[in-house]
Antibody, heavy 119, light 109 residues
């Protein structure tokens, strides 16, 4: 079955950086697009970024474009999200999610990794 | 950006009862771009319904979705103990752009 497991979260100062990882199993990773999303008490669920199956196309929500970078290593079946210039309102649980073959929804999600930005 | 509103905020029901959850969009959306998720504490969201009315793999048939235009409904027949959770609707607006509703919590009466 599909398994996604985020890691790399932690406590970081404003302006700091973190790299989140999401190793995947149970499906042909290199054949599917992948997403990052987050959930915070103040803003609910937010889509952050998408990367297509081979990493040639990436998309971001406006509030994170230029600060966050999505990438993937298909040889390692792993998705990444580099977080930089972190702000207090980036505090959230971060999730990776598998895209379906077609359609604008999130097929499978990991359990999340918590990022806390605090001075 | 399309805004999704969910009602009620909280639904207090007993096992065996039917739950009817509403999701209203600020503009007409294509039904194929409307999904529903279940969220339990400590877990990632679980896809229940996509394209407004198609059940995801492994989802029991007591879960059903309906609606079109701006009004969509998730119905859970005969609530089981494991169904007490928070439910979110989500729409895809192209570009890409995705938005979620604020959620409806079903708790035990």
């Amino acid at each position: 079955q599909v398994h996604l497991e985020e890691s790399g979260g932690g406590v970081v100062r404003p302006g700091g950086s973190l790299r989140l990882s999401c190793p995947a199993s149970g499906f042909v990773f290199g054949s599917f697009g992948m997403h990052w999303l987050r959930q915070s008490p103040g803003k609910g669920l937010e889509w952050l970024s998408f990367i297509n199956y081979d990493g040639s196309k990436t998309y971001y929500r406006d509030s994170v474009r230029g600060r966050f970078t999505i990438s993937r290593d298909n040889a390692k079946n792993t998705l990444y999200l580099q977080l930089s210039s972190l702000r207090i309102d980036d505090t959230a649980m971060y999730y990776c999610a598998k895209a379906p073959n077609a359609g604008g929804y999130f097929h499978f999600w990991g359990q999340g990794t918590l990022v806390t930005v605090s001075s | 950006e399309i805004v999704l509103t969910q009602s009620p905020g909280t639904l207090s029901l007993s096992p065996g009862e039917r739950a009817t959850l509403s999701c209203r969009a600020s503009q007409t959306i294509n039904s194929i771009h409307l999904a529903w998720y279940q969220k339990k504490p400590g877990q990632g969201p679980r896809l229940l319904i996509y394209a407004a009315s198609s059940r995801a793999t492994g989802i029991p048939d007591r879960f059903s979705g309906s609606g079109s235009g701006t009004d969509f409904t998730l119905t859970i027949n005969r609530l089981e103990p494991e169904d007490f959770a928070i439910y979110y609707c989500q729409q895809y607006g192209g570009s890409p752009s995705f938005t979620f509703g604020p959620g409806t919590k079903i708790d035990i009466k």
